[in-house]
């Protein structure tokens, strides 16, 4: 289902009840009350409501979190976990909201541009602190 949300953007609806298995690509906004499993893509906004669930990588301009997520998620923007939000995965945001109640298990990176997370690097000898040497 596809409705209007703004000038050249669509907002895409997945119902509570609905299973969705695969890659999802949308060039404008979705709102999740179902189950996917897979990877979700939006040039514009991604909302997983309450009953959201979704087990796979998500990234958009925008991401609103109310549900349940197992991922990555990457919002170039602003990135939202609402209070009964439970996250497990990384993240990589611009901008963090995390309202009073949110679950949130993994590592967290913010820049002014969300890029993919990079691996970690080991401290070189020189950089270590004194007491470690």
């Avoid at 997945?14 to 990877?39: Q, W």
């Avoid at 939000?85 to 909201?97: F, N, Q, S, T, Y």
Wanted: proline fraction near 4%; glycine fraction near 12%; hydrophobic fraction near 40%.
């Amino acid at each position: 289902m596809a409705i209007k949300n703004e000038p050249g953007g669509e907002l895409n609806l997945i119902a509570a009840g609905t299973v969705f298995e695969g890659k999802l690509k949308t060039p404008g906004s979705i709102r999740i009350d179902g189950r996917i499993v897979g990877e979700v893509t939006a040039a514009q906004n991604i909302s997983v409501g309450s009953s959201g669930d979704v087990d796979g990588n998500i990234s958009a301009k925008n991401v609103t979190i109310g549900g349940k997520i197992k991922g990555t998620v990457v919002a170039q923007e602003k990135l939202v976990f609402e209070t009964k939000a439970v996250i497990r995965g990384d993240i990589r945001a611009a901008k963090l909201v995390i309202d009073e109640g949110a679950q949130f298990d993994g590592k967290c990176m913010m820049s002014s541009e969300a890029k993919p997370m990079p691996n970690l690097v080991e401290l070189k000898p020189e950089v270590r602190r004194a007491e470690d040497r």
